[in-house]
C-alpha cells in the first residue's frame, strides 16, 4: 500500500512542479519576447556613431543621439541628488523612530507618492518651477523624477535599515557614544550597501519615463550641460522618433530604446548584486 500512495506522492509533486515552472514562463514570457523584438529592431542601428554624434536635421539620414544620452544622465543626476539625501534622511528618521505619530504621516505620505501617476508629478514639477521660471528646464525635469524616485528611496533606507543588528547600535550607545553619532558612523555605515541598492532601483525606475519630462526638460535636439535650459533624453527622444513619419528616425527610436534598456537592466543587476552580497556579510 506504501509504495503506489508514494508514487502518488512524487507524480502530484512533479505535476506540481512542472506547473509551477510553467506558470514562471509564462510570466517571463512577454519580457523575452518584449527584449528580441526590441534587440532585432534595434541592434542593427547601434554603433559608436550612433552614440556619439548628434542628430541631423529632419529629412536627413543618419545622426546619433548623443544629446539625449547626456540629458538622461544629467536629469537622473539631478534626481539623485535632490532625492537622495533627503530619502535617506527620512528612511532613517521612520528606522529609528519607528512608533511615532509623525512616523506614521511620514510613511503614509510616502505611500500616497508612491502610488502617484507619473503625469501628475510632471504637472506638480510644471507649477513649481516651468511656470516661476517661465520657461523648461531640466532642473524642472530632475524635480519630477526625484518626486518620483523619493518613495523607493524612503522605503529601501528603513526597510534595510531595520535589518540592521540591534546589538551593534546597542554596544555603541553602551560605549557612550552619542545616538546621532551612532547613526551617521555606525547604523548607516552597516546598511551603505542597502541604501545604495534602493538608489539604484529607484535610478532604474526613473530612467524611461517620458510622460513628467513632457511638461518640465521638454527636449532639445543640441547638446546642453546647464540644468537652467531644456535638456533631451532617451525616453523623449523614443516618442519623437517613434512619431515620425520617417523611416530612419524610427530605426533610430529602436536603437534609443536599446541602448535605454540596457541602462535600466545594467542598474536592476547591479543593485540585486549590491543586495545579494550585503545579505550574505549579515
Not at 160 to 189: D, F, N
Not at 222 to 231: D, Y
Request: aromatic share 8%.
Amino acid at each position: 500500500m506504501r509504495e503506489p500512495k508514494l508514487k502518488r506522492r512524487l507524480f502530484v509533486n512533479g505535476l506540481f512542479r512542472a506547473g509551477i515552472y510553467g506558470l514562471a514562463c509564462a510570466a517571463l514570457l512577454p519580457l523575452f519576447l518584449i527584449l528580441i523584438d526590441v534587440f532585432r529592431q534595434g541592434l542593427p542601428v547601434v554603433d559608436w556613431n550612433f552614440l556619439v554624434n548628434m542628430p541631423k536635421a529632419t529629412g536627413e539620414s543618419g545622426g546619433g543621439i548623443a544629446n539625449a544620452i547626456v540629458g538622461s544622465l544629467m536629469l537622473i543626476g539631478l534626481a539623485a541628488a535632490l532625492a537622495v539625501p533627503l530619502g535617506v534622511a527620512a528612511g532613517v528618521y521612520l528606522s529609528e523612530a519607528r512608533q511615532s505619530r509623525l512616523a506614521y504621516f511620514t510613511r503614509l505620505a510616502v505611500d500616497v507618492l508612491q502610488g502617484m501617476p507619473s503625469v501628475v508629478m510632471g504637472i506638480i514639477a510644471y507649477l513649481w518651477l516651468v511656470r516661476v521660471m517661465g520657461k523648461f528646464t531640466a532642473l524642472s525635469g530632475g524635480l519630477a523624477l526625484a518626486l518620483m524616485m523619493l518613495p523607493l528611496v524612503v522605503r529601501g533606507t528603513e526597510e534595510v535599515l531595520k535589518l540592521v543588528p540591534a546589538h551593534i547600535k546597542e554596544a555603541s550607545l553602551a560605549l557612550g557614544v552619542p545616538h546621532y553619532r551612532t547613526v551617521l558612523r555606525v547604523i548607516i555605515p552597516c546598511g551603505l550597501p542597502g541604501i545604495i541598492s534602493a538608489v539604484l532601483l529607484g535610478v532604474s525606475r526613473v530612467a524611461g519615463e517620458t510622460a513628467p519630462l513632457l511638461f518640465t526638460a521638454f527636449g532639445n535636439r543640441f547638446l546642453e550641460f546647464s540644468p537652467l535650459k531644456p535638456v533631451g533624453s532617451l525616453p523623449l527622444t523614443i516618442f519623437t522618433y517613434a512619431m515620425s513619419p520617417y523611416q530612419d528616425l524610427q530605426a533610430q527610436a529602436w536603437g534609443a530604446s536599446v541602448v535605454l534598456i540596457v541602462l535600466v537592466l545594467a542598474t536592476n543587476i547591479i543593485s540585486r548584486v549590491v543586495i545579494t552580497r550585503w545579505k550574505i556579510q549579515f
